[in-house]
């Protein structure tokens, strides 16, 4: 079972990309032709792109084969990614939590293994981009993990 927002992730990665064109395009106009009306466009698509990136948007990856569960995660802001992966055995798994931060804009999930050395807890990782559709699979995948 696969839970991915690839589609979505793109998506937002191309309204990046074009936020910046736009930001670059203004910015050099306000330069050489000194028209000042050009400040509120820019300020508003800066204040656009901090909003995206408070919002920490992942592509997020779940799949549960076997006896393990694979999570794969890097930002959505298309400069200084860092790709990551990490594996629970299915033994290991202990828990999950879905916290939604700022009424909902944020969401994360954070997951809890109990290893023989105690319980760890994994940093938590955006879910903002998962639809309602994945985000119920997510749910059911992690429910049937959860220890009885």
């Known amino acids: 079972?696969?839970?991915d927002n690839r589609l979505a992730t793109a998506k937002l990665k191309i309204f990046y990309m074009i936020m910046l064109a736009m930001l670059f395009g203004f910015g050099m106009?306000?330069?050489f032709k000194n028209e000042m009306l050009l400040i509120y466009p820019i300020a508003a698509i800066v204040v656009?792109?901090?909003f995206?990136?408070?919002r920490r948007?992942?592509?997020f990856y779940l799949e549960f084969a076997g006896n393990k569960l694979t999570v794969r995660f890097?930002?959505?802001h298309p400069f200084l990614r860092q790709y990551k992966t990490f594996e629970i055995p299915k033994a290991y798994f202990f828990d999950y939590k879905i916290k939604r931060l700022l009424g909902g804009y944020l969401q994360t999930i954070q997951f809890t293994v109990k290893?023989?050395?105690g319980r760890f807890n994994y940093p938590p990782l955006s879910i903002a981009l998962l639809n309602k559709e994945q985000k119920a699979k997510l749910r059911q995948i992690l429910e049937e993990l959860k220890p009885k």
Request: no cysteine.
């Open 29 to 31: 106009f306000l330069i």
């Open 115 to 117: 290893t023989p050395k």
């Open 74 to 76: 890097y930002t959505a």
């Open 48 to 50: 656009a792109y901090i």
């Open 52 to 54: 995206l990136l408070v």
């Open 1 to 3: 079972m696969i839970v």
């Open 57 to 59: 948007s992942n592509y």
